[in-house]
């Protein structure tokens, strides 16, 4: 077991690495930790021996609860290997990397969480404890991540809508009808499942898993282009007074901290009424 500041990776199982996220005290992605995922699948990448990599979270209630706001100014601009910025660049390159990537998802992952799963090559989350979430229209922002790109194309326009429009949200159950995951699998299998699955993986050619990903990824796979373009929509949306003035607003309400407001982010956006002040 090897440890960067926001993912332990286990690499003891032959072909398989296993990513595991941890930043308390609710999973908040901060920029740093994007340049640490941007250097894990460049190191996946360059292991001929790795076929497998699954992301999983420390924290049973949290996966990803969204992308750090409050340390927006730190994003790095440098593009990455792909060309893109740096957050583009870690869901182009999950996407197209040879190396199949699982997420196993515990908790809540809202936002830049959501995106990020979508850019795994498969999702499975707990029936009991998963929920997922686009909450940014409540706080005046476009999801900048993939979110717009990915969910057409898996769950269809008009749920696409339901999804993003009413930021709310939306357990296992339903993310799987839906086609945002592949399956909702009770929670005291998932790791078993998981495993069981990820060894199957690791079991065949990496060049032919890689190749059949790539046939695939000729239909359904956003252009990175278009993802870019909905990110930079969404910095420019963080200086936008009116999305300011509800994020200002939130952190009366424990945005950011583990609170029932972030453990119930979905529900108590319709808290946010012009009368408190946010809005």
């Known amino acids: 077991m090897s440890a960067g500041a926001f993912f332990a990776l286990d690499r003891a199982t032959p072909g398989i690495w296993r990513a595991t996220f941890s930043n308390p005290p609710i999973n908040l992605l901060p920029p740093a930790a994007i340049l640490e995922l941007q250097g894990l699948i460049t190191a996946v990448e360059a292991d001929p021996s790795a076929k497998v990599l699954v992301f999983d979270s420390a924290d049973p209630d949290f996966f990803i609860a969204h992308f750090e706001t409050a340390k927006s100014a730190e994003m790095p601009r440098e593009p990455g290997p792909s060309g893109f910025s740096p ?5 182009v390159r999950l996407s197209r990397s040879p190396v199949i990537s699982l997420a196993k998802i515990r908790g809540r992952t809202r936002g830049v969480g ?18 997922l979430g686009q909450p940014e229209v409540g706080v005046g922002l476009p999801p900048g991540g993939g979110a717009l790109e990915w969910l057409p194309r898996l769950v269809g326009r008009s749920r696409a809508l339901e999804i993003v429009l009413s ?14 995951i592949n399956r909702a699998v009770d929670d005291d299998q998932l790791d078993s499942f998981v495993d069981n699955l990820a ?13 059949l990903k790539a046939l695939v ?11 870019e373009a909905s990110n930079q929509a969404f910095f420019a949306g963080l200086n936008h007074p ?24 979905g529900r108590r956006l319709a808290d946010l009424q012009p009368d408190n002040g946010v809005g």
Do not use: K
């Open 242 to 265: 009116a999305a300011r003035v509800r994020r200002e607003g939130l952190g009366a309400l424990g945005y950011g901290e583990r609170s029932d407001f972030e453990l119930n982010f």
């Open 87 to 91: 957050w583009i660049d870690v869901v």
């Open 167 to 180: 930021g709310d949200d939306f357990d296992a159950d339903v993310a799987e009808r839906y086609g945002w």
């Open 217 to 227: 990824n000729r239909v359904g796979v956003p252009d990175g282009d278009a993802i």
């Open 114 to 131: 959501s995106e990020f799963v979508l850019a795994c090559d498969m999702r499975f989350a707990s029936r009991q404890r998963a929920i």
């Open 199 to 211: 060894r199957r993986l690791a079991s065949f050619d990496r060049e032919t898993l890689g190749a």
